[in-house]
């Protein structure tokens, strides 16, 4: 697969029902091994066969809700535990696991109001709302699965998952339909540019910096403790904009507040003024 391409890495990364089981792919191009380990096989890992930049297997006894999580062997030769960078649903915290979940199950009921979007875009609608100061939308902070609640989200790790916090990815699902069919535009604040550096999350990946900067100076956001997405990487890239594509398909989400801008244009390496 072209990861330099793919703008839905989504519908083929992560974990997919698969007739009576699931199958699970990962990217890791540069990990020595990759194994699965789960509810469904006593967190025993099984090792995970190798495809290019992939490792991929598919388990035909998996069920819905059960948790997992990748065994990663890096480059450097550390075994690191990692969640799915695709996954969907993720355990509450303090636990850090991926869920199996299908998120293609949900009824949707918003017919009416996409059409209406279609037809009459979110900027039509602005200059009367700014007259009248009528509400038409409501902005969500961030909803991706994120570890500590301090961060209110903006400290993510799961680019795929909306928190467990409140529910299933259906409840959610639901919360937006319920929105559109009152009439009311739904906008998430959306944070590609800075990951956390929770253990089970992107950093070090696969023992290597596959999601941030290698460059010390690029690497990490001192100030905020986080780590900083390589843009100059075309699978960095794909993996940023299908999660944004996610969300506006598959969750119907009506528009993205993009996070941190600044710290994506300007390369002060987190010095001050001066």
């Known amino acids: 697969m072209n990861l330099l391409e793919n703008t839905q890495l989504y519908r083929t990364y992560g974990a997919h029902p698969a007739g009576q089981g699931w199958t699970f792919r990962v990217y890791a191009p540069n990990a020595r091994d990759a194994a699965l380990a789960g509810d469904f096989n006593g967190w025993q890992p099984a090792p995970m066969q190798h495809q290019g930049g992939d490792w991929v297997l598919a388990v035909p006894d998996?069920?819905?809700?059960?948790?997992?999580?990748?065994?990663?062997?890096?480059?450097?030769?550390?075994?690191?535990?990692k969640a799915d960078p695709y996954g969907t649903y993720a355990?509450?915290?303090?636990?850090?696991?991926?869920?199996?979940?299908d998120v293609s199950g949900f009824r949707w009921h918003d017919d009416v109001w996409r059409e209406r979007r279609r037809?009459?875009?979110?900027?039509?609608?602005?200059?009367?709302?700014?007259?009248?100061?009528?509400?038409?939308?409501?902005?969500?902070?961030?909803v991706t699965e994120y570890p500590l609640d301090d961060s209110w989200g903006y400290q993510c790790v799961g680019y795929f998952a909306p928190t467990s916090r409140y529910g299933e990815p259906h409840d959610f699902m639901y919360l937006v339909d319920r929105l559109h069919r009152a009439g009311l535009a739904v906008i998430l604040d959306w944070v590609p540019a800075h990951f956390?550096?929770?253990?089970?999350?992107?950093?070090?990946?696969?023992?290597?910096?596959?999601?941030e900067y290698a460059d010390p100076l690029k690497m990490e956001h001192k100030g905020w403790g986080t780590r900083v997405f390589d843009y100059g990487k075309g699978e960095v890239c794909s993996f940023l904009i299908s999660s944004a594509c996610c969300w506006l398909e598959d969750f119907h989400l009506d528009g993205l507040r993009v996070d941190a801008v600044a710290s994506m244009l300007y390369l002060d390496y987190d010095r001050p003024d001066g």
């Open 196 to 211: 956390c550096k929770d253990a089970h999350g992107l950093i070090d990946f696969d023992g290597t910096s596959l999601y």
């Open 91 to 101: 355990q509450l915290r303090p636990d850090t696991a991926s869920r199996l979940y």
């Open 119 to 142: 037809e009459t875009p979110l900027t039509d609608g602005l200059a009367p709302y700014v007259r009248d100061m009528g509400y038409n939308a409501v902005e969500l902070l961030p």
């Open 62 to 81: 998996a069920q819905p809700g059960q948790c997992y999580k990748y065994v990663i062997t890096g480059a450097d030769g550390q075994v690191r535990w």
